[in-house]
């Protein structure tokens, strides 16, 4: 596919109506423009339900620890390819897979927070990825990111969905709302996960966490995660049942 059809991707990204056809379409699209041998969308929140004869690769995949191409993307939100990160020697090591000879990844944000993001691999004998697929890459998850925003829940604003919390239980002048990453913490209290545990999964840190809570404690007058959970166990099940619609399985 020629450069001069960028901006035809970027048609096609915002004609899509759902993230099945992000998977199914626009996917393929992005995997000939940039010549992959593969190209996936992928959210950190759904790798848990990847089939488990692949969870042990995804454990070393997605460490940030084992895998510095993650790590970068992780810590600069920026698209990068393994060149930039490690030498060939290296890169071999960590990943000796013929169809991964070459990577590049690029960030899916969504409300300032990274939630996923577009992986593509080279084949061995395959040109590497360069400065300028960086470059496009950068502009296409830019376009992702505000489309998908769109689309998937907890991205979008919990205002612009309507799920306001119980307001007769609220303080000072009953008319807050908690913001989407919030409400998602909140989620994952309801579901047992520790600190710790919430922040690896939405890849914060524990005290990021620890301060969000503070927030959501403030905001609903309760001193507790019982309390808290109690309170918006209405609201909860809402955003649950809404998940569930928004979010197509990975085809």
Same mark, same amino acid.
């Given at each position: 596919?020629?450069?001069?059809?960028?901006?035809?991707?970027?048609?096609?990204?915002?004609?899509?109506?759902?993230?099945?056809?992000?998977?199914? @379409?626009?996917?393929?699209?992005?995997? %000939? +423009?940039?010549?992959?041998?593969?190209?996936?969308?992928?959210?950190?929140?759904?790798?848990?339900?990847?089939?488990?004869?692949?969870?042990?690769?995804?454990?070393f995949?997605?460490? #940030?620890? +084992?895998?510095?191409?993650?790590? +970068?993307l992780? %810590?600069? =939100?920026?698209p #990068? =390819?393994?060149?930039?990160?490690?030498?060939?020697?290296?890169?071999?090591?960590?990943?000796?897979?013929?169809?991964?000879?070459?990577?590049?990844t690029?960030?899916?944000?969504?409300?300032?927070?990274l939630?996923?993001?577009?992986?593509?691999?080279?084949?061995?004998?395959?040109?590497?990825?360069?400065?300028?697929?960086?470059?496009?890459?950068?502009?296409?998850?830019?376009?992702?990111?505000?489309?998908?925003?769109?689309?998937r *829940?907890?991205?979008?604003?919990?205002?612009?969905?309507?799920?306001e919390?119980?307001?007769?239980?609220?303080?000072?002048?009953?008319?807050?709302?908690?913001?989407?990453?919030?409400?998602?913490?909140?989620?994952?209290?309801?579901?047992?996960?520790?600190?710790?545990?919430?922040?690896?999964?939405?890849?914060?840190?524990?005290?990021?966490v620890?301060?969000?809570?503070?927030?959501?404690? @403030?905001?609903?007058?309760? *001193?507790?995660?019982?309390?808290?959970?109690?309170?918006?166990?209405?609201?909860?099940?809402? #955003?649950?049942?809404?998940?569930e619609?928004?979010? %197509?399985?990975?085809?």
């Amino acid at each position: 596919m020629m450069r001069d059809s960028l901006q035809s991707l970027f048609t096609a990204i915002a004609q899509a109506q759902n993230l099945t056809q992000v998977h199914q @379409r626009v996917m393929v699209t992005v995997s %000939e +423009y940039f010549a992959a041998r593969r190209c996936r969308l992928f959210f950190f929140d759904e790798l848990s339900s990847v089939d488990p004869k692949w969870q042990g690769i995804l454990k070393f995949a997605t460490s #940030v620890e +084992y895998n510095p191409v993650l790590r +970068y993307l992780v %810590e600069h =939100h920026a698209p #990068v =390819h393994e060149a930039l990160v490690v030498s060939p020697k290296a890169w071999r090591a960590i990943c000796p897979r013929a169809d991964h000879w070459h990577v590049m990844t690029g960030p899916i944000v969504c409300n300032s927070q990274l939630v996923g993001g577009i992986g593509l691999t080279r084949e061995r004998g395959n040109l590497a990825f360069t400065t300028q697929d960086l470059t496009d890459l950068g502009a296409v998850c830019l376009h992702l990111s505000t489309r998908i925003a769109t689309m998937r *829940s907890p991205c979008v604003s919990i205002s612009d969905r309507h799920l306001e919390i119980d307001r007769s239980k609220s303080s000072a002048d009953n008319s807050f709302r908690l913001t989407p990453r919030e409400i998602q913490i909140a989620d994952l209290v309801a579901r047992g996960l520790t600190n710790a545990e919430i922040g690896a999964q939405l890849w914060i840190t524990e005290n990021s966490v620890k301060q969000a809570l503070k927030r959501i404690f @403030r905001k609903l007058d309760v *001193s507790s995660r019982a309390q808290m959970v109690a309170q918006l166990q209405n609201v909860l099940s809402k #955003v649950s049942l809404m998940t569930e619609s928004a979010i %197509e399985p990975f085809p």
